[in-house]
């Protein structure tokens, strides 16, 4: 079955400090992936995406993520978190077709500290 | 820009009660798509719709009914309403030319007492 993996459920991390959010998708010949960043009591916002071409992938608010075809990964990345990051991190892969219905991953809480 | 709507924000039914759940996409996107989250865990897929017919299904309840009228916008109804129906409900939209980015609504928080 399609599947997303994120391992962490939760990272604590110190303000200014670099954090890695790791993803996984089940393989398959063509995916599309995704990061959205949910803030407490709101709705899902779009960090990134990759559809195709370059395999690093620029954010908004200063996250990046890469697509590593052979380990099946799209790892989100930021060189320095500040308190505002504070959120719940969904990774979500789709994998076209006639339906462009995303499956997300469990979830990730990036807990920043000061 | 314009964003997707989603109405009422929030809702309280009893058990058994009906609910219905609406969702305005972006002007020009021709597929909706809605997804249930229950407290702490992912969204889920429930069902999605393209041009007015639907498009594909998840694991929606027999309960729960969709449809998206000549204006695009969509409607959940929601019947026989049970406790383990409270949850976030996102209403997304996107074109349907390619793989288009979903952009997802604030959510309709329903509480079922």
């Known amino acids: 079955a399609q599947s997303v993996t994120q391992l962490d459920s939760q990272v604590p991390v110190f303000e200014e400090a670099p954090v890695e959010l790791r993803c996984n998708y089940s393989?398959?010949?063509?995916?599309?992936l995704f990061w959205y960043v949910q803030y407490p009591n709101q709705g899902l916002q779009l960090l990134l995406k990759?559809?195709?071409?370059?395999?690093l992938v620029k954010g908004i608010n200063g996250f990046e993520a890469e697509f590593n075809k052979s380990q099946t990964s799209f790892h989100l990345r930021k060189p320095s978190v500040h308190i505002s990051d504070t959120a719940e991190y969904f990774c979500?892969?789709?994998?076209?077709?006639?339906?462009?219905?995303?499956?997300f991953g469990t979830g990730t809480l990036l807990a920043v500290q000061p | 820009a314009a964003g997707v709507i989603q109405s009422p924000r929030h809702l309280i039914k009893e058990k058994r009660e009906t609910a219905t759940l609406k969702c305005y996409p972006i002007?020009?996107?021709?597929?909706v798509y809605w997804y249930q989250q229950g407290p702490g865990q992912d969204p889920q897929f429930l069902i999605s719709?393209?041009?007015?017919?639907?498009?594909d299904k998840g694991s929606i309840p027999d309960r729960f009914s969709a449809q998206q009228f000549s204006d695009y916008h969509s409607e959940l109804n929601m019947s026989s309403l049970e406790l383990g129906d409270s949850a976030l409900y996102f209403c997304?939209?996107?074109?349907?030319?390619?793989?288009?980015?979903?952009?997802f609504g604030p959510g309709t928080r329903l509480l079922v007492l």
């Open positions: 997304a939209s996107s074109l349907r030319t390619g793989q288009e980015t979903q952009y």
């Open positions: 393989s398959s010949v063509s995916v599309y």
């Open positions: 990759y559809l195709s071409g370059s395999t």
């Open positions: 979500a892969v789709s994998y076209g077709g006639a339906t462009n219905k995303l499956i």
């Open positions: 002007p020009r996107h021709d597929t």
């Open positions: 719709f393209y041009e007015k017919m639907q498009s």
